[in-house]
């Protein structure tokens, strides 16, 4: 893989993080609505406020995740180990999200077809950030 794809890919990694963790604080005021629509007034004053710090926190979570990996990527691409190691560890983390999905939220949810679409593209994306983090570097020639 050149270089050039690498950074490209790590690029456009982070520019989608970044625009996930966006949507992710965009949708939080829905959530609240969603819960206060369909629980009970005891049951939402009890989910609302723990379903919307965990939203608000992955939203912001994922800010910096993806503006690191955006700019640590041309670094990581020449093979500098601060960058490599950051984008690594970046590529591990977004890997681990579509498991933990399904782990902890099993089949259920797959039948709604915007639930399955992005799920499939974070399996897409984790393995095309996994594929540019991890692939063997060429020495310079």
């Known amino acids: 893989m050149s270089a050039g794809l690498r950074r490209s890919i790590m690029r456009s990694g982070g520019v989608l993080l970044i625009i996930l963790g966006v949507l992710h604080l965009a949708v939080t005021p ?4 969603l819960i206060e629509e369909n629980a009970s007034v ?3 004053a009890f989910l609302s406020p723990p ?7 992955v939203g912001l979570l994922l800010l910096p995740l993806g503006v690191l990996t955006f700019y ?3 670094s990581a691409a020449a093979g500098e180990q601060w960058a490599v190691l950051v ?3 970046t590529a591990v983390a977004v890997a681990g999200l579509p498991v ?5 939220m099993g089949t259920r949810y797959f039948g709604a077809i915007p639930f399955a679409g992005a799920t499939i593209v ?3 994306a984790a393995l095309a950030l996994l594929a540019a983090a991890f692939w063997p570097h060429s ?3």
């Not at 379903?51 to 926190?57: G, K, P, Q, S």
Request: aromatic share 6%.
């Open 87 to 89: 984008t690594r560890v």
């Open 30 to 33: 829905f959530i609240a609505r």
């Open 122 to 124: 974070a399996c897409l």
């Open 139 to 141: 020495p310079a020639v």
């Open 100 to 104: 933990a999905l399904f782990a902890v």
């Open 72 to 74: 640590a990527a041309p």
């Open 51 to 57: 379903m919307l710090l965990n939203h608000v926190v």
């Open 42 to 44: 005891e049951g939402a």
